[in-house]
């Protein structure tokens, strides 16, 4: 199983600034992932981080807005940028290998935007 | 893309009650995976179970793909059982989890 760490755990953001969330991961995998879950509701794929390559995302979902970076097979960053108070959510990262095998997922950041 | 559902979506017990959470997908799978989210936001997961059954203390888990539904059991139940119960798939041509609306569930002393 692997272990992912988040950072931060949590912050408090001003509108129209940015946060960028780091995602460690203890092993090599194949795949990344970033989520968010909105106050009250489930999770909702953001993209897949693509080592050396840009991230494909998911319908409603842009770069501009969700800048993604995974430079090597174990960390991946996401930016939430220009924020504003409809940001607030939680942001997972997780991490799996293609198709038939387990998903893990790290801690959370758990983001308010005042 | 596949469609998951799950009931109930609100589950109030008393400590020591059994309960069975069910969950429903609209397509052949390859992984099927139950989490339990607690207070912190934090993912646990519970089971990988695309078929088959499996038991951990008194959690169990039955996934029946043939008529593609899935049941989580909890037994004897606990405060720290409360929390919010995601059932999460991957399509046969897909590699992503799409998750269900999530039980919630609330354990009373």
């Known amino acids: 199983s692997a272990v992912i760490s988040q950072k931060p755990s949590r912050d408090i953001c001003q509108r129209g600034t940015s946060l960028t969330i780091q995602c460690q991961v203890d092993s090599q995998v194949t795949m990344m992932f970033w989520y968010r879950q909105q106050p009250g509701q489930s999770l909702t794929l953001i993209a897949t981080?693509?080592?050396?390559?840009?991230?494909?995302?998911e319908s409603g979902f842009v770069i501009d807005k969700f800048p993604i970076s995974r430079p090597n097979l174990t960390f991946s960053t996401l930016t939430v940028s220009n924020m504003s108070p409809e940001d607030s959510s939680i942001y997972l990262c997780s991490a799996g290998e293609p198709r038939a095998y387990e998903q893990y997922f790290g801690p959370g950041t758990r983001l308010t935007v005042t | 893309g596949i469609q998951v559902e799950q009931s109930p979506p609100d589950l109030i017990l008393q400590e020591g009650a059994n309960s069975t959470l069910r969950c429903n997908f609209s397509?052949?799978?390859?992984?099927l995976q139950w989490f339990h989210q607690n207070p912190w936001g934090q993912l646990i997961n519970l089971f990988y179970?695309?078929?088959g059954t499996k038991q951990n203390g008194r959690l169990s888990a039955t996934t029946v793909a043939t008529e593609r539904y899935s049941l989580l059991y909890i037994s004897s139940s606990q405060t720290t059982d409360s929390g919010v119960y995601f059932c999460a798939v991957v399509g046969v041509d897909d590699y992503k989890l799409s998750f269900g609306a999530g039980t919630t569930v609330t354990v009373r002393a």
């Open positions: 397509d052949s799978v390859n992984n």
């Open positions: 179970i695309p078929s």
């Open positions: 981080a693509n080592q050396g390559s840009e991230a494909t995302y």
